[in-house]
């Protein structure tokens, strides 16, 4: 018999969120002879229709004799792409294995680093990756982690841990206990795990998600995704200079469901909101997924994924 090939391992799988539909409200009657929805084409594409728009835009209602139909503007994005296998960052000529100025340095190689495996003097004290594509796996401890330059892959393992990612497009996993993750630049996938984790993706485009627990979730503009999982989790829409001004940088809500809320900053509150109507295509699948976007003036806070705009009550919303 031929032996079964031994598989390639995987150094920390990340699961893939998994959807929860949200119960949508019975549509109002369709005219006999509706428009049909627009086409997605490339990334985004805005819809056109005809009659009369009772408030003069494509994302109001479409009236035609007595009845009226949603129009949905269709927009087509893609998951954060991951950058493999990532630039390792320039030399920065840190001393390594040692510490200097209180933390604990590595070295700028490609490190492969179990904490408890590290000297006493490293104990307690924060550790920073330097440069190199790092794979960092923490204590039981609280761990304070920080991969500086590379594509990093840090588990912090038990404990109330702090992860950052920094430069490059990093995986970040805060396994159980209270965690505080953030990605940094590029695209960043980071998981909170067991437990009620703070997660702020950072610059670029980033998938966040909160795992068990009650998790707060900071999107950060550039078209984050935000899963926050089981649990009471608050998604955390960024307002002010940060918002994004098309639908294609908003950031997308994977799993909105009761109890979860949507924080607000930057002094926006829920009677400066709007809502538009949008049809959400995530990865080209076969379906659209009616869903609503929150904006501000012509500024785009987010977009909540297989939610209608009347379920997103003022009760929903809470301030930071």
Do not use: H
């Given at each position: 018999?031929t032996?079964?090939?031994?598989?390639?391992?995987?150094m920390?799988?990340?699961?893939?969120p998994?959807?929860?539909?949200i119960p949508?409200?019975?549509?109002?009657?369709t005219p006999?002879?509706?428009?049909p929805s627009?086409?997605?084409?490339?990334?985004l594409?805005?819809?056109?229709?005809?009659g009369?728009?009772?408030?003069?835009?494509?994302?109001?209602?479409?009236?035609?004799?007595?009845s009226t139909?949603?129009i949905?503007?269709p927009?087509?994005?893609?998951?954060?792409?991951?950058?493999t296998?990532?630039?390792p960052?320039?030399?920065?000529?840190?001393?390594?294995?040692?510490?200097s100025?209180?933390?604990?340095?590595?070295s700028?190689?490609?490190?492969?680093?179990?904490?408890?495996?590290?000297?006493?003097?490293?104990?307690?004290?924060?550790?920073?990756?330097l440069s190199?594509?790092?794979?960092?796996?923490?204590?039981?401890?609280?761990?304070?982690?920080?991969?500086?330059?590379?594509a990093d892959t840090?588990?912090g393992?038990?404990?109330?841990?702090?992860?950052?990612?920094?430069?490059?497009?990093?995986?970040?996993?805060?396994?159980?206990?209270?965690d505080?993750i953030f990605?940094?630049?590029?695209?960043?996938?980071?998981?909170?795990?067991?437990?009620n984790?703070?997660?702020?993706?950072?610059?670029?485009?980033?998938?966040?998600?909160?795992g068990?627990g009650?998790?707060?979730l900071y999107?950060d503009?550039?078209?984050?995704f935000l899963?926050?999982?089981s649990?009471?989790?608050?998604?955390?829409l960024?307002?002010?200079?940060?918002?994004?001004?098309?639908?294609?940088?908003?950031?997308?809500?994977i799993d909105?469901?009761?109890?979860?809320?949507?924080?607000l900053?930057?002094?926006?509150?829920?009677?400066?909101?709007?809502?538009?109507?949008?049809?959400?295509?995530v990865?080209?699948?076969?379906a659209?997924?009616?869903?609503?976007?929150?904006?501000v003036?012509?500024?785009?806070?987010?977009?909540?994924?297989?939610?209608?705009?009347?379920?997103?009550?003022a009760?929903?919303?809470?301030?930071i």
């Amino acid at each position: 018999m031929t032996p079964t090939p031994t598989p390639t391992p995987v150094m920390i799988p990340i699961p893939t969120p998994v959807p929860i539909p949200i119960p949508t409200p019975v549509p109002t009657p369709t005219p006999a002879n509706p428009t049909p929805s627009p086409t997605p084409m490339g990334n985004l594409t805005t819809g056109t229709s005809t009659g009369n728009l009772t408030n003069g835009t494509s994302t109001g209602n479409l009236t035609t004799g007595t009845s009226t139909q949603s129009i949905f503007t269709p927009v087509l994005i893609a998951t954060p792409a991951i950058s493999t296998p990532g630039a390792p960052g320039n030399p920065t000529g840190q001393p390594a294995n040692t510490v200097s100025d209180g933390f604990y340095n590595l070295s700028d190689n490609n490190d492969n680093i179990l904490l408890f495996s590290l000297p006493p003097v490293a104990a307690g004290k924060p550790i920073f990756a330097l440069s190199g594509n790092d794979n960092i796996t923490g204590t039981s401890g609280a761990d304070t982690i920080n991969g500086m330059q590379g594509a990093d892959t840090i588990d912090g393992g038990a404990g109330n841990d702090s992860l950052s990612g920094g430069k490059e497009s990093d995986f970040l996993d805060g396994g159980a206990g209270d965690d505080g993750i953030f990605g940094g630049n590029d695209n960043d996938i980071l998981t909170g795990g067991e437990g009620n984790d703070t997660i702020r993706g950072g610059k670029d485009k980033d998938s966040l998600i909160g795992g068990n627990g009650d998790d707060l979730l900071y999107g950060d503009r550039n078209q984050d995704f935000l899963t926050g999982g089981s649990g009471n989790d608050r998604f955390v829409l960024a307002g002010g200079l940060v918002a994004a001004t098309s639908l294609t940088d908003a950031d997308v809500i994977i799993d909105f469901t009761a109890g979860d809320k949507i924080g607000l900053t930057d002094g926006n509150t829920f009677a400066s909101l709007t809502f538009e109507d949008v049809s959400l295509n995530v990865n080209a699948r076969l379906a659209d997924i009616n869903s609503t976007a929150i904006k501000v003036g012509s500024s785009y806070l987010g977009i909540v994924q297989g939610v209608a705009k009347d379920a997103l009550t003022a009760n929903v919303f809470v301030l930071i």
